[in-house]
């Protein structure tokens, strides 16, 4: 069973580091999972998180004998310090109540240990939107997404079907248009919508979104 | 200038897959600065973003040679979608009112243009606090945190300051401890520090919290 590691490493900024860095962890047979860079001046950040079944040490001593490489260091996971996200997107006044049901019923789950993030974007127009839904699908950790508005359809209820064939299900408020029609769960209240949409992603609730598949509250 | 672009490639699972795609990026002198990969069964996804001066085309022309990979699609960056990243993490019932008033604010930003996004978590104890403090550094385009509580000092202050050496402001709810002297700025109504953590991020707004440094509202 492979345990997934996250080291942060400085080097020198080079053109070939991901390159060198990519061999290193194909030799191993170590598999990269996230690697996210950036740089100042001469110096390059590279954060990465693997899922690798050797002995970690091994790995960060090889990554360290990379050419450039002045530092690296072993951490705690994003998805151990942030866990799975619930995604809220919408209009503003209603992405707040069910962001304020979310957070809520997550702090309770995570005062007990689990670890249930909220994360939102307010945003108008039909585009704009339809852009948003489908990116949740390469967002890390998304587990599940609430659409807040008061009308959604057209291309946005196309991305909804995309990202629910990634396996994300979607929660709409009830309101017009034909998104509601497409997602896995309708609710009326913003907060409850919050509220369930974390009870969903918890692996400790005993709520479960198939159960209620293409219901309304 | 180099421009941003996103790219999301699929592939038979593999090894060496990464080595091979930053081999390619190394050899246009492409910087790869966020890569996500997801294996379901035999089929690996990889999302990238990077940064090139040539024409993007030719750069997915070469990824699309790379031995096993199925397609690759352009889209928008999630900076364009999702923009900068107001952080809130503390108490669930203050981080739920900041995020109030952070994503009414945004909604403004955002209608006009912007992107703006909130996430939060809630979270209780010194340690977990600290740690996902220091994490916020780590997160893709994190511009500002807002520590939303009643009594933060220890371990999270020091995270406050590593976090600020890294670039990251930070606006502290006026509670117990000493995180709030380590703070950019202290808030006491918690809509408010939301409010005031999405102007300072805004790229239209006056605000900067430069100018208040220290200052306690």
Redesign the interface.
């Known amino acids: 069973m492979a345990n997934n590691y996250?080291v942060?490493i400085t080097a020198e900024n080079r053109?070939?580091l991901?390159?060198?860095?990519?061999?290193v962890?194909?030799e191993l047979?170590a598999?990269?999972?996230?690697?996210?860079?950036?740089?100042i001046e001469n110096t390059a950040r590279i954060?990465i998180e693997i899922e690798y079944d050797g002995a970690v040490e091994n790995l960060v001593e090889k990554i360290r004998k990379i050419p450039g490489v002045t530092s690296s260091l072993i951490?705690?996971t994003?998805r151990e310090?942030?866990?799975k996200r619930v995604i809220v997107i919408g209009?503003?006044?209603q992405?707040?109540q069910v962001?304020?049901g979310a957070?809520?019923e997550?702090?309770?789950h995570?005062?007990r240990g689990e670890?249930?993030?909220?994360?939102?974007?307010?945003?108008?127009g039909e585009v704009n939107l339809a852009?948003?839904v489908e990116?949740v699908a390469?967002?890390?950790r998304a587990s599940i997404l609430v659409l807040a508005g008061s009308i959604m359809g057209g291309e946005i209820t196309q991305s909804i079907k995309k990202i629910q064939t990634a396996g994300i299900p979607v929660i709409c408020l009830k309101m017009a248009g034909s998104a509601s029609d497409a997602a896995d769960l309708v609710i009326t209240d913003p907060i409850q919508a919050g509220v369930m949409a974390v009870m969903h992603v918890s692996s400790v609730g005993v709520f479960d979104i198939e159960r209620v598949k293409g219901k309304e509250f």
């Open positions: 996250a942060s053109t070939g991901i390159r060198d860095l990519g061999s962890c194909a047979n598999d990269i999972n996230h690697l996210e860079t950036s740089t954060d951490h705690e994003s310090i942030f866990g209009g503003g006044a992405v707040a962001a304020m957070v809520n997550a702090d309770r995570n005062i670890r249930i993030s909220v994360d939102t974007i307010p945003l108008v852009r948003a990116a390469r967002l890390p």
